[in-house]
């Protein structure tokens, strides 16, 4: 015996969602057969329209539900600096601390040769187009501070540096709040190596 | 700066999901925001179908795609003996063992008075009004094993005996291809009593 079709096709299309895993899929799918109907209404009608109504800013490339997104929308953001991230959780994660007030670029990955990822499959073109086009004075590299975070940021930084445009790098360093104790020597490392007069 | 409002609502709707917090709905929303269009519309299509045509078997309720669910409407099976489970996917985990060849009746749930659920929450009237229809000479219990499940079961024992009807239990003990030495003492304690003859 299996189950019925419907409830098989609900969870064949759960198990493709990422860090989904047939037990996962299968706790979701009975949590959705035992919802108000509205409530499952709710979340069908909600995948559908954001498929419907979001799709890239075609400046930055970040998400955006008008012409551009609310960032490039914005006339009041400082146009001579730009911050480049990996995807639109980073800029979203930036904005969140309000110590930025430029535009954004948004690369939707990083380079990683392993997942057959090089610059080609980035924004990296169109952010030199930008930089060509644009009074950008500063590009602020935001990358992950991980291997494949750090490989684009050296990568950008060689062909944006050219251009007489400043680059630089967010500071990698103990987390605020965090103990000494527990900080991974790289990080710690990273710290001493960046400290600045008091 | 927020999400754009598809972007928000959509995050709002998978945070309701059981086991995903504001991370995975983000992880989830990114995946369905870059995935093909078709993909995304296939998923929301599995969730309002799956509303659509799947309700309770009136009889067992188990899940149900025809009047009857597959079980009840299969003639071939053995209707003297009713496996009393608590949800639709121990139904389909007994099934899977190609052990029994009974009816079931799910209970949707066990007795847990700590969430609030005493057997009026339960299936058990049901399952009485079963009982004294049908031809059933054995209820098998497959409840869990564990606090609520035992509670269920014995409940279940004490209303179906006096009724001159055979109530068993399924048996528990050490998992098939486990290692005694890793056995916890309550399963390993229930192993040694439950032993039987060579």
Same mark, same amino acid.
């Given at each position: 015996? &299996? ?38 209404? &709710? ?152 400290? &600045?007069?008091?």
């Amino acid at each position: 015996m &299996r189950y019925a079709p419907p409830i098989a096709r609900l969870l064949e299309e759960l198990e493709r969602l990422p860090g989904i895993g047939p037990k996962s899929a299968q706790r979701l799918a009975y949590y959705i057969l035992r919802a108000d109907t509205g409530d499952a209404t &709710r979340l069908a009608d909600a995948i559908t329209e954001v498929k419907r109504t979001i799709h890239f800013c075609p400046q930055c490339f970040n998400f955006a539900e008008g012409d551009l997104c609310e960032v490039c929308a914005d006339v009041e953001r400082d146009t001579t600096a730009l911050c480049v991230v990996e995807e639109p959780r980073d800029l979203v994660a930036i904005e969140r601390t309000n110590e930025f007030r430029g535009l954004y670029h948004v690369l939707q990955g990083a380079i990683s040769p392993i997942d057959g990822i090089g610059p080609d499959q980035l924004r990296i073109r169109e952010l030199l187009v930008r930089l060509a086009d644009e009074s950008v004075t500063e590009v602020v590299v935001a990358t992950n501070p991980n291997v494949e975070g750090e490989t684009t940021a050296l990568y950008i930084s060689r062909l944006v540096k050219p251009l007489g445009i400043r680059v630089t790098r967010i500071a990698s360093g103990l987390p605020v709040g965090g103990d000494l104790e527990y900080a991974d020597e790289v990080t710690l490392g990273r710290a001493l190596e960046a400290r &600045r007069e008091m």
